[in-house]
């Protein structure tokens, strides 16, 4: 069955540094997603992405991210310069065309 | 920014009765109402949906009931397996593409 893969699981990295964090969708859908999670905390949406350009973002989301699909079948989400508050299970969740989206394993980012 | 609230952090259920997950909203213009389950260092995983304009969807051991006029969102899982022992999530999408916010979760242990 296929599914969503993100790498890598666990990624620790130092306040201030850029971190990529990597997503390979289910091949043949349109909508991708990035989610998190804090702990202790609900899921939270942070951007959706349609044909090439982003369709939707919270408020979360804000300069020091951003999304790109540099091939047919990469996501990324790039935290620019990393906040200790940056620290969560990141999702990544992609749909073809019905509501259900499917979710990666998640990538814990470590920010010390 | 309650919009949906899942009140019961956790519950416990005998292996073999029926487990009643409870979830609540707060606007009336939600499209698609999902349930997802999530085990520890695993992304969320899709159960069951409903469209607004149904009041029950049924698959298997799965049950999700919609009443609209109490905004009352319920699952019926029946009967319960140690297996469902995981943290469930409801969740709503306003439309077709667009993000979905979550619950907090409920917590399930299905005790054999």
Redesign the interface.
């Given at each position: 069955e296929p599914e969503v893969t993100q790498t890598p699981s666990h990624q620790v990295t130092q306040m201030g540094q850029e971190v990529i964090l990597r997503c390979v969708p289910i091949s043949n859908h349109l909508y991708f997603y990035w989610y998190r999670q804090i702990l202790g905390q609900k899921v939270e949406f942070l951007v959706s992405f349609y044909n090439n350009e982003i369709s939707e973002k919270s408020e979360i989301f804000d300069d020091q991210f951003s999304v790109e699909r540099p091939d047919g079948s990469n996501f990324t989400l790039k935290i620019r310069s990393t906040k200790l508050e940056d620290s969560a299970m990141y999702f990544c969740a992609s749909r073809l065309a019905a509501y259900e989206q499917y979710f990666g394993p998640g990538t814990r980012l470590t920010v010390t | 920014d309650q919009q949906v609230k899942q009140n019961s952090p956790s519950l416990s259920v005998q292996e073999g009765r029926i487990s009643i997950l409870n979830c609540d909203y707060t606007n009336s213009m939600f499209?698609?109402f999902?349930w997802?389950k999530k085990y520890p260092?695993?992304?969320?995983?899709?159960l069951i949906?409903i469209s607004s304009i149904k009041d029950k969807n049924e698959d298997g051991r799965f049950t999700v009931f919609l009443n609209k006029s109490a905004k009352h969102l319920s699952l019926h899982i029946v009967p319960s397996q140690p297996g469902d022992s995981a943290v469930y999530?409801c969740a709503y999408?306003e439309n077709?593409?667009?993000?979905?916010?979550?619950?907090?979760?409920t917590e399930l242990s299905v005790k054999p």
């Amino acid at each position: 069955e296929p599914e969503v893969t993100q790498t890598p699981s666990h990624q620790v990295t130092q306040m201030g540094q850029e971190v990529i964090l990597r997503c390979v969708p289910i091949s043949n859908h349109l909508y991708f997603y990035w989610y998190r999670q804090i702990l202790g905390q609900k899921v939270e949406f942070l951007v959706s992405f349609y044909n090439n350009e982003i369709s939707e973002k919270s408020e979360i989301f804000d300069d020091q991210f951003s999304v790109e699909r540099p091939d047919g079948s990469n996501f990324t989400l790039k935290i620019r310069s990393t906040k200790l508050e940056d620290s969560a299970m990141y999702f990544c969740a992609s749909r073809l065309a019905a509501y259900e989206q499917y979710f990666g394993p998640g990538t814990r980012l470590t920010v010390t | 920014d309650q919009q949906v609230k899942q009140n019961s952090p956790s519950l416990s259920v005998q292996e073999g009765r029926i487990s009643i997950l409870n979830c609540d909203y707060t606007n009336s213009m939600f499209d698609y109402f999902l349930w997802y389950k999530k085990y520890p260092a695993e992304g969320p995983t899709f159960l069951i949906s409903i469209s607004s304009i149904k009041d029950k969807n049924e698959d298997g051991r799965f049950t999700v009931f919609l009443n609209k006029s109490a905004k009352h969102l319920s699952l019926h899982i029946v009967p319960s397996q140690p297996g469902d022992s995981a943290v469930y999530f409801c969740a709503y999408s306003e439309n077709q593409g667009g993000k979905l916010i979550f619950g907090q979760g409920t917590e399930l242990s299905v005790k054999p």
